[in-house]
């Protein structure tokens, strides 16, 4: 089955929805909330489709931009987890098989990467 998209429906959408470049807190609640509701329903129109993939491409924008949610490195991930879990450099040795080791990461030799996370 070949669907066949719509252009004047298309517009009618955009122009319902404004979607534009979102430059707010405020618009990006607004486009994730139109997004969630495309979402639920089962089946998409080649036009609706369509804004819905405009709207994410717009807020991963929006968000890349504004939130940073991979800005902190593996060592401060590591750091983390372990006062999150109370955990001493101790605790790492049976982990990681030696002291050394846990002191070489500690001290940031060799430099931890994210390879396998």
């Given at each position: 089955m070949t669907f066949?998209?719509?252009?004047?429906?298309?517009?009618?959408?955009?122009?319902?929805?404004?979607?534009r470049i979102i430059k707010t807190k405020e618009e990006n609640e607004k486009f994730l909330e139109t997004v969630e509701e495309l979402l639920s329903r089962s089946n998409l129109t080649p036009e609706e489709d369509a804004?819905?993939?405009?709207?994410?491409?717009l807020i991963e924008d929006f968000e890349d931009k504004?939130?940073?949610?991979n800005s902190s490195t593996p060592y401060s991930r590591l750091l983390h987890l372990m006062e999150a879990r109370s955990l001493e450099q101790a605790d790492l040795v049976e982990i990681l098989g030696s002291?050394?080791?846990?002191?070489?990461?500690?001290?940031?030799?060799?430099?931890?990467?994210n390879v396998g996370w």
């Open positions: 066949i998209f719509n252009s004047d429906i298309y517009s009618e959408l955009l122009s319902q929805h404004q979607s804004l819905l993939e405009l709207l994410v491409k504004h939130y940073q949610l002291s050394e080791i846990v002191t070489k990461i500690m001290n940031s030799e060799p430099e931890i990467t």
